[in-house]
């Protein structure tokens, strides 16, 4: 932001503006940016970005705002959508979901799925890797372990749901 100084000279840099939420849990949450905290309201989409409300909050996305976008794996404070990426293992190539989770939220489920079409998901097996990157959040790499389908091609998603 800028704004003019007392001379009315612009370009000064006004003070930084900074909104805190608290999130501790989905009902504050929601409450504190004016949506229903309600279960009913899970999978309402308020910014119409095609990302229901429920894995907003488990993710770290904003509701307000449309932001499709994914987290980066090499920056511990990026939030977004799981990212999906092949990766080799002892000569072999598995798809590896990495993803970002509220840690200090007991009421919320995550569940890395993996596929070989887009209606033919199973439960990874793998509770994965999971490394605290502090705030409450922490970083989940699954691989996908279950590749035994003839097609090379494998899908992956991820199921948040409310206890």
């Given amino acids: ?13 006004s003070a930084p503006y900074i909104a805190c939420y608290p999130d501790r849990t989905y009902e504050e949450w929601a409450s504190f940016r004016g949506l229903n905290p309600e279960a009913t309201d899970d999978l309402s989409d308020s910014d119409g970005d095609g990302i229901a409300q429920i894995m ?8 307000l705002r449309g932001d499709l976008e994914r987290l980066d794996p090499e920056v511990p404070s990026s939030r977004g959508l799981p990212y999906l990426a092949q990766e080799k293992y002892n000569g ?22 993996f596929g070989d079409g887009p209606g033919d998901f199973s439960p990874s097996l793998s509770d994965g890797v999971v490394t605290p990157i502090g705030d409450g959040w922490e970083e989940v790499r699954i691989r996908d372990e279950d590749a035994s389908g003839t097609d090379a091609r494998r899908f992956g998603r991820l199921k948040v749901t409310r206890k």
């Fill in 1 to 13: 932001n800028t704004v003019t100084d007392v001379d009315g000279k612009l370009g000064s840099a």
């Fill in 92 to 113: 072999r190539t598995y798809l590896v979901m990495t993803y970002r989770r509220r840690a200090e939220d007991p009421t919320i489920s995550y569940q890395a799925q």
């Fill in 56 to 63: 907003e909050y488990s993710l770290g996305m904003n509701p």
